[in-house]
């Protein structure tokens, strides 16, 4: 079965810091799809980026980087030069198109909580 | 655009009773999801309707059902309701059915509460 582990639940920083979240998958898939919501405190998840299994480059769009490990199934995401807007909670998703369904499989979860 | 809406945004239920949550996707978002989140947690996968058809169901009773109609828009009803059923529900939408081609796009949700 496939598995996303969030280790860290809650980061506090001073903004300006960088913050990196953690995220580690388990699939028996070859081809799959990881991806990264934000959710603030209106509920809404908000789509950041999204990653297939053979694109093993890293992404920068902004201030947000993504580093994307084959190898040690992880998929960690930056936040640099962090700023109170970015307080919110993040999840990491990972989704199979083999599986019934445009299922995703989410983490815990990392609460931001980035301070003035 | 509009973005996904659901509705309504609060409600508050009995235990036993009934309950119907509306969503609206997208404009041209063929496929609508449904997904479960408990207070800090994770959203939980319930359903996906592509095209008025059921594509894929995630581990729930049958208390949970959904449908979609002509215009993509969906419905989730849950029966006898339960104290655990209290979470937010999140619809979302995609263009078509696989995450190859298209993310899921969620709405705000629902808060249910159940008492």
């Known amino acids: 079965a496939q598995k996303v582990t969030q280790a860290q639940t809650e980061i506090s920083v001073v903004e300006k810091e960088d913050v990196t979240l953690d995220c580690v998958y388990e699939?028996?898939?070859?081809?799959?799809?990881l991806f990264w919501y934000k959710q603030p405190p209106s509920g809404e998840l908000v789509f950041l980026i999204r990653r297939n299994s053979f694109d093993e480059q890293n992404e920068i769009s902004g201030r947000y980087s993504w580093n994307f490990q084959k190898s040690t199934s992880s998929f960690n995401f930056t936040i640099t030069a962090s700023q109170v807007v970015d307080s919110a909670v993040y999840f990491c998703a990972l989704s199979e198109p083999q599986a019934a369904g445009n299922k995703l499989t989410f983490g815990g979860g990392t609460r931001v909580l980035v301070k003035p | 655009d509009a973005g996904v809406t659901q509705s309504p945004t609060h409600l508050i239920k009995t235990r036993g009773q009934q309950v119907t949550l509306r969503c609206s996707p997208i404009s041209g978002h063929k496929s609508v999801s449904w997904y479960q989140q408990v207070l800090g947690q994770g959203p939980q996968f319930i359903f996906q309707?592509?095209?008025?058809?059921?594509?894929g169901r995630g581990n729930f009773p049958d208390r949970f059902s959904a449908r979609q109609f002509p215009n993509y828009s969906s419905e989730l009803n849950v029966n006898a309701l339960l104290l655990g059923d209290s979470a937010l529900y999140l619809c979302?939408?995609?263009?078509?059915?696989?995450?190859?081609?298209?993310?899921?796009?969620f709405g705000n949700g629902t808060r249910l509460t159940v008492t």
């Open positions: 979302a939408s995609s263009l078509s059915q696989g995450p190859q081609s298209s993310p899921l796009h």
């Open positions: 309707y592509y095209e008025k058809e059921e594509r």
């Open positions: 699939t028996r898939d070859t081809t799959y799809y």
